[in-house]
């Protein structure tokens, strides 16, 4: 994407070079950015943890995609004129039918499937009659854009109404009383589809009233298949990810390179408010026990358990967890009550914020390490060498002194699970925001 | 199943959202020729992509001498835009490559 704001924005003659696990990516992003003629060329997957001598010989070599020369394609991209011919691929006017045209109920499970709307598993067909039953359990007009979604930084985003919400909320298997944390998902703009090689799922808490007027479930199993609204609600947000974002196809607009598991569901529950014994997460974030709220986190990559809080070596045992997570993926603590008030047991941690502070001092490595991780220079080095805050003064730690792996406003705290035993583990995640569900009523 | 009306055609709605209107975007004039050009090397800090362009400024000085490369990084991590560093290239150098990028 930079390589065509450089080349059309700023007028220079611009050629990229991306390895070939991108083709697919590469071509669909320069359609959608109407530059069908960028000039790109491929080298092979991976260039991390090459040697000098083997990536010369990647420059040396060919395209894996085209089987010519590296470097007479580049040389080709900034010299030769364009044709024109190929602008013609971008279709300039598009618009998505409201219906899908009338089939037998098996081939249109089929087509659903074969088009890449479903998440593989079988869904409810979104007929006229279960999309108006949805669309009735909020005051907001069917044709209302409610949003507007992408699956990366580097793709465009696409337009939705509250109309089409339903009709994914439906495909997922949701009830109608569902729509409103439904709903404020969709607005919140935060995919649960998300392109990454990282291959990301999100992670849904609702709070408030809500929970219980739909019956969801904050305590035992309360993250697992045993509730028909954290399922339904947290399939429904995948599904309206990939499908009012433009897709989620691999190897096009999803690279995640393993996949994530947790995607299926979206980590969708309620907090146990009834059983914490600290203020809702909602109330951290600015609002009031009573309002009904959803708050969506992504990542969830990366996660470390345990039981109990230990009383001689509690401190070394979270400090050995929070070393073993993905220090750039900052921690959320999933708490069952028993182990929340062993925290204030042993630590003191009489509010959220004191046990944070604990957690923010603690998550210490040596600079040395921590500066090493592949994802630390991908995504902090930069900002660190030019001098963004505290980045750049972490930077200059000697290599065996402990820095912070986290930033305290990073580390966050949710109470859920049904006391059967005090398990609780940590997700590596980064909050993204707290949307109100009372607004979609 | 549906509606009770298997074997019967039925309607239903398309679950897809609405795409962007494209606009189409001219690319730069290209160069007649590299000799004596500054052609900028842009390193997007992503996944040893440095390490990757200076195996390219050594095959331009090996077997193209007469083009000036340029090394640049990208100001920050490489999914923000970078137009100040735009703004360099354009107004110093003739030409970029960027990469290795996603």
């Known amino acids: 994407m930079h390589a065509i704001a450089l080349d059309s924005k700023y007028g220079v003659p611009t050629v990229a070079i991306h390895t070939n696990a991108f083709e697919k990516a590469v071509q669909s992003v320069t359609r959608m950015h109407g530059m069908a003629e960028a000039r790109y060329t491929f080298v092979p997957q991976p260039v991390m943890g090459k040697t000098a001598e083997q990536l010369r010989a990647y420059v040396d070599g060919k395209s894996p995609i085209s089987g010519r020369p590296v470097m007479q394609e580049v040389i080709e991209g900034l010299t030769r004129p364009a044709e024109g011919d190929r602008i013609k691929e971008v279709k300039f006017e598009r618009s998505t039918p409201r219906l899908v045209d009338s089939d037998t109920d098996e081939n249109l499970h089929r087509s659903f499937l074969d088009n890449n709307w479903t998440d593989t598993l079988p869904i409810v067909l979104p007929t006229e009659k279960r999309v108006s039953e949805m669309l009735a359990h909020t005051s907001r007009k069917p044709d209302e854009v409610a949003g507007h979604m992408r699956s990366n930084q580097f793709r465009q985003h696409w337009e939705f109404t509250v109309e089409k919400i339903a009709v994914n909320a439906v495909m997922a298997g949701a009830r109608p009383e569902y729509f409103p944390v439904i709903l404020a998902l969709a607005s919140s703009g935060v995919s649960a589809r998300g392109s990454t090689t990282s291959s990301m799922a999100a992670m849904v808490v609702v709070n408030g009233p809500i929970r219980d007027e739909i019956e969801m479930n904050s305590g035992t199993g309360a993250m697992a298949p045993y509730n028909h609204a954290n399922a339904t609600i947290g399939r429904a947000y995948g599904l309206l990810s990939q499908n009012l974002q433009g897709g989620s196809l691999p190897g096009d607009s999803y690279m995640g390179s393993q996949g994530n598991g947790l995607a299926y569901g979206s980590v969708t529950f309620a907090e146990n408010e009834e059983r914490s014994p600290w203020a809702p997460f909602h109330v951290r974030h600015g609002f009031k026990p009573t309002d009904s709220t959803v708050s969506i986190f992504t990542g969830c990559r990366s996660t470390a358990f345990t039981l109990g809080v230990r009383e001689k070596y509690w401190r070394e045992h979270v400090r050995s967890m929070l070393r073993g997570m993905d220090a750039h993926s900052a921690p959320t603590f999933l708490l069952d009550p028993i182990a929340a008030r062993q925290f204030i047991d042993r630590g003191g941690f009489d509010t959220k914020e004191k046990m944070i502070e604990w957690v923010y001092e603690n998550a210490l490595m040596p600079a040395g390490e921590y500066w090493d991780y592949q994802l630390i220079q991908n995504y902090i080095y930069p900002r660190a060498t030019f001098g963004e805050e505290p980045y750049a003064s972490k930077l200059k730690a000697a290599p065996d002194e402990m820095v912070h792996m986290f930033k305290p406003e990073e580390i966050h705290i949710v109470v859920v699970g049904g006391e059967t035993n005090g398990y609780w583990r940590i997700m590596g995640c980064n909050y993204q925001k707290t949307v109100s569900v009372d607004a979609w009523r | ?102």
């Open chain 2, 1 to 102: 199943m549906a509606d009770g009306t298997i074997g019967t055609h039925l309607s239903v709605l398309n679950p897809v959202g609405f795409p962007p209107k494209i606009t189409p975007k001219a690319m730069a004039p290209r160069l007649e020729s590299l000799d004596g050009k500054t052609i900028y090397l842009v390193d997007p800090r992503f996944d040893d992509s440095g390490l990757f362009l200076r195996q390219v400024e050594n095959w331009f000085a090996e077997h193209m001498p007469s083009v000036k490369t340029k090394l640049v990084e990208m100001s920050s991590v490489y999914t923000k835009d970078d137009p100040k560093t735009w703004e360099m290239i354009k107004a110093n150098g003739d030409g970029a490559i960027i990469g290795v990028g996603h």
